[in-house]
C-alpha cells in the first residue's frame, strides 16, 4: 500500500509569507507526528496526535507553529510569518498506535529567502 | 535531560572492515533503542529495536545499561551500507523518540 506522503516536497518562501504543509498518513493509522530537521542534525519532535486529537504540542517552538488533524486522517502544520530560521526539512511519520513503528513521509524542505 | 548522542558525524570504512557506529543515551528509566536508518534519496526508515533483539541486513546492536550505549556493528560492511545513521530512544513515560544528530556511514568499494 502507499506510503505517508507528503506535500510539497520543495517550497521556497519569502520571510514574512505563510506557509502550510501536508501530510497524508498510512491508511488507518492512529498516530501521527512531525518533527523537523535542521541540517546536520537529527529530527527534532514537533507535534503529535492521536486520531485527531493534539496529544503534545511542546516541540512546536513558537506560536507561529500549529498544526491541526481534522478528521484524523490528513494533518497540515503551518507556519506563520515566516522567518529564515523556519528553513530545515519538516518530517511527518504516522503509526498504527502511539507504541508503534513510526513509518516516515519523504519530507518537506522549506527554504525561507 | 533526555538526551542521546551519536559522538561521529561521518564514519569511512572500506569494503569488508567492520564497523561500528557508536550511541549513547541519558535517559531516566529503561528507554527503547531503536536505529534508523537513510539511504540516499530515500526516507527514514526503522532498521532495528532492541526489544525485537534481532540483526536485519547483518547489522545488531546491543543495550549496555552499565554504560548506556546501543552500538550498532556489523562485522563486514558492504557498499550497500552506505547511508546517514540515526540512533533513538524513547521512554520516561513518553511515546516521542528523541533521535541523535546522525552518523554518516561512508563504505569505499
Known amino acids: 500500500g502507499a506510503g505517508v506522503s507528503q506535500s510539497p516536497r520543495y517550497k521556497v518562501t519569502k520571510r514574512g509569507q505563510d506557509v502550510a504543509l501536508r501530510c497524508d498518513p498510512i491508511?488507518?493509522?492512529?498516530?501521527l507526528y512531525w518533527y523537523r530537521q535542521a541540517l546536520g542534525q537529527g529530527p527534532e519532535f514537533l507535534t503529535y496526535?492521536?486520531?485527531?486529537?493534539?496529544?503534545?504540542k511542546s516541540g512546536l517552538p513558537n506560536d507561529r507553529f500549529s498544526a491541526e488533524r481534522p478528521e484524523g486522517s490528513i494533518s497540515t502544520l503551518t507556519i506563520q510569518r515566516t522567518e529564515q530560521r523556519d528553513s530545515a526539512m519538516y518530517r511527518c511519520?504516522?503509526?498504527?498506535?502511539?507504541?508503534?513503528?513510526?513509518?516516515f513521509g519523504p519530507g518537506t524542505r522549506l527554504t525561507v529567502t | 535531560a533526555q538526551r542521546v548522542t551519536q559522538p561521529e558525524k561521518l564514519l569511512s570504512v572500506f569494503k569488508g572492515a567492520p564497523v561500528e557506529l557508536k550511541c549513547n543515551y541519558s535517559y531516566s528509566g529503561s528507554p527503547e533503542l531503536f536505529w534508523y536508518v537513510q539511504y540516499s534519496r530515500q526516507r527514514l526508515q526503522l532498521l532495528l529495536r532492541h526489544i525485537s533483539r534481532e540483526s536485519i541486513k547483518g547489522f545488531t546492536a546491543d543495550l549496555n545499561k552499565g554504560e548506556t550505549s546501543f552500538h550498532l556493528k556489523k562485522p563486514f560492511a558492504q557498499e550497500e551500507d552506505s547511508a546517514m545513521y540515526y540512533c533513538?530512544?524513547?521512554?520516561?513515560?513518553?511515546?516521542?523518540?528523541?533521535f541523535g544528530r546522525g552518523t554518516s556511514l561512508i563504505v569505499h568499494p
Open positions: 511519520a504516522s503509526s498504527a498506535s502511539s507504541l508503534s513503528e513510526q513509518y
Open positions: 496526535f492521536n486520531y485527531e486529537a493534539q496529544q503534545d
Open positions: 491508511s488507518g493509522h492512529v498516530s
Open positions: 533513538a530512544a524513547r521512554g520516561g513515560g513518553s511515546y516521542i523518540p528523541t
